[in-house]
């Protein structure tokens, strides 16, 4: 997908016309949702009717704080080799480093 360019991004500003962003947090002062809804109104060209919206966006963060399970990988291999195939095997190696 290509990069929006600055004609692109000021289309886009010049299409809203608000944005309302609710944020509800616990009583430990957790993020534990984000919502906003962003009106929007884009002109067409050649004088027809103009597009105009509401997009509404919410993310609930259902299980923040919880312990996280990080399971060992089935075949473990040296890390010297696993970055040896990106050019990074010198990683690791010099003053200061676990084999000095």
């Not at 962003?38 to 919410?58: A, C, H, M, S």
Request: aromatic share 4%.
């Amino acid at each position: 997908m290509p990069e929006p360019t600055n004609a692109d991004l000021k289309e886009i500003e010049d299409a809203i016309e608000g944005a309302d962003v609710e944020l509800a947090v616990d009583e430990n002062d957790v993020l534990r949702r984000f919502m906003t809804d962003i009106r929007f109104d884009v002109p067409r060209d050649g004088g027809d009717e103009d597009v105009k919206g509401k997009l509404r966006l919410t993310y609930v963060l259902r299980k923040v704080g919880t312990d996280r399970v990080i399971r060992a990988p089935s075949n473990p291999r040296p890390l010297s080799e696993l970055l040896g195939g990106f050019g990074l095997g010198g990683l690791g190696s010099g003053p200061g480093s676990p084999r000095d």
